[in-house]
């Protein structure tokens, strides 16, 4: 049955431990480090209490979560949006959960006065760039003679 609208949620009181359970189970699943599902609930409940952090959860087990941050947007009037972490487990995979998971990310940003999302994901990770693509996100790359886009980061 694909996902609607509807079966999406803002994490609210008592949800921050699945919150935590999905992200653990992400970087798990993908073989990256994680500090535990305790740590990551703890940390974006404290981050979502001071409204700089959403987190929704998918489907009844929750069986998706995703991540935004807002911050104000330098190159113009208004805020963005940095999609953190979008994950549905791989047994729902292509029911929508995903698609709806980031089609709230964009209303709920897009409310808080946010003009643009932007998200990083893996070369490799063709089903994420799928959706991404399938829902007007573009990398500079796609453009004719656009170049190659990349992502850093460095931990200090």
């Known amino acids: 049955m694909p996902a609607s609208k509807d079966t999406?949620?803002?994490?609210?009181?008592?949800?921050?431990?699945?919150?935590?359970a999905l992200l653990d189970r992400f970087n798990t699943e993908y073989d990256d480090p994680t500090p535990g599902a305790?740590?990551?609930a703890r940390r974006v409940e404290e981050l979502a209490a001071?409204?700089?952090?959403v987190a929704l959860?998918?489907?009844d087990g929750p069986d998706g979560v995703a991540v935004f941050r807002l911050r104000d947007y330098l190159w113009g009037d208004g805020r963005e949006?940095?999609?953190?972490e979008?994950?549905?487990?791989?047994?729902?995979r292509g029911e929508g959960l995903g698609r709806a998971l980031l089609d709230e990310t964009i209303r709920l940003?897009?409310?808080a006065g946010a003009v643009r999302v932007d998200l990083g994901t893996g070369e490799n990770d063709a089903e994420a760039r799928g959706l991404y693509?399938?829902?007007?996100?573009?990398?500079d790359e796609d453009e004719p003679g656009g170049p190659r886009m990349l992502f850093y980061e460095r931990e200090i």
Do not use: I
């Open 8 to 20: 999406v949620r803002v994490a609210a009181a008592g949800d921050f431990a699945d919150v935590g």
């Open 109 to 111: 940003a897009r409310e």
């Open 38 to 40: 305790e740590y990551l």
């Open 133 to 139: 693509e399938s829902a007007g996100f573009t990398n």
């Open 50 to 53: 001071r409204g700089e952090t």
């Open 86 to 92: 979008l994950y549905v487990v791989p047994e729902r």
């Open 81 to 84: 949006a940095y999609l953190e």
């Open 57 to 59: 959860l998918a489907g």
